[in-house]
């Protein structure tokens, strides 16, 4: 039996190993196809002489046990390590402000925690929501959480927190996504108060923050990192998953070979080969291109995914004399003074990064709709890294000793999650199990099931698992 995977990012080489350990003596072959010259998609790792340094993905959710058993499973559990639990920033109206804690996703309960970042007004309106009619919520549904978040509080609370959180974490604002699609919580919170009448969004916040504080303590940190970098992970799962890796094939088209009733494919830019099932591990608007003639009317659904383009710029310094004591900055959207949307300052935030000695600071551009990330020369760039950095903590980069950089464009580097999207992910599922020509094609990636790296896990697992079940 032949199997082949598209994409040899973090999905793909998770399906590859999954694969395996389900079949681990029969006669099963994996192919994986990457289109670029190396594995691990938007995890990259990349040799500085200090030291190994992540330019995509610098971190996991933690308390996302299936991910650490999974990594545990691989041998990787003594690579993991902590942060060092430092406080982040906000840049606000040309001031460096603790970023607040508590809240959901920057959303606050109450006006309490965000007091220094919004004016009098908002504070008030914070702490009035809940006197004012509830808002309709349809259970099960989604709606966009800027607009959710303006209505109810304010654009202040949107520009100066919402959108810096969340914008770290999809390079969108919050009015780029949808509240169940990226604060899942929250619209359960929502399904659940609108069982009783109308939703107040302070109320649904405070409700999460008691839960929280009633979970039982000594978990760990919430996040986590391997210590050489996400190459110690993307290596490992390539080698463990036995499979041939083909790198620098770029898949164009997949054809469908045989019958309409018992499908089999082959794939152009492959091997001559007739595979009996292919995963596609890629982003959606690739997916969609490769579905086009096997699921047509998935693969035009799949063409409204939108994608974010971002850019990193690692940066290490000679010393870290005067690199504020915190673990990064975010930057508020609609800031005018600095080009970026954060900096992680890599060697505060980790302790085994400070190990190395100097100073590690990745700065971060470009959001949802924006050209930044691929209409900046590279030279722009640095300079703006180091002008923004200088502007927003006084730590003079260029002064600092300059030893090492490196540039990396995420051109689609990330899904946008916006309020349709749960919707249109469960609709390219239907649409292709209701295509007979597809019958033996599944779909796994950021896309499809989180961007975070304990989702695109959790999904190629299951997509590998389900594969498994119908090989002999
Ligand atoms: C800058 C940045 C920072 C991030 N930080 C974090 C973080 O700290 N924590 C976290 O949990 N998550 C983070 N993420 C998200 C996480 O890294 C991604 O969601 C995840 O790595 C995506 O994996 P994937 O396999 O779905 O997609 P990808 O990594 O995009 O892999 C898809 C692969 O398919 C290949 N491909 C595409 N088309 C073809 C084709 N036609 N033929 C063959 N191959 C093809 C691509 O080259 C790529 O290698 C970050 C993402 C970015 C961009």
New binding site residues.
Partial sequence: MNIAI???????LTAAFELRKRNPDADVKVDV????DR?????HTVAFEAGPTDM??????ARRKDAVDFFTELGLADSLVEPSGLRSLVWVDGQARDLPTGGVMGIPSSSETVKHLVSAETAERIDTEAERAGFDWEVGGDVNVGQLVRERYGDEVVDNIVSSLLGG?Y?CTADDLGVRATIPQLAGEFDRLAADGLVHLSTAVANLERSRREMPTGQGAVFKTFRDGYQELYETLAEKSGADIYID????SIELEGSADAPKYRLK?GEDTVYDHVIL???AP?AA??LKSVAPAASEQLKTVKLAN?A?VGMRFATDEGLPENSGVLVATGAEDVHAKAFTFSSRKWPHLAERGGALVRA?FGRFGDTVAFATTEDDLVDWALDDLHTITGFDGRAAGLEEIYVQR?LG??PRFDEGHLATVAQVRTLLNDEPKAANISI????AGG????A?IAD?RAVAVDVAKHTP
């Fill in positions: 598209i994409g040899a990012g973090l999905a793909g196809y990457e289109a670029t594995i691990g998609g938007k995890l995509g993905a610098e971190a996991f959710m974490v390079s094939a770029f898949i164009s830019g591990a890629v982003p690739t291109l490769l971002s990193v971060s995420w580097g990330l796994t990636g950021a896309w961007v975070g790296v304990p695109v190629a």
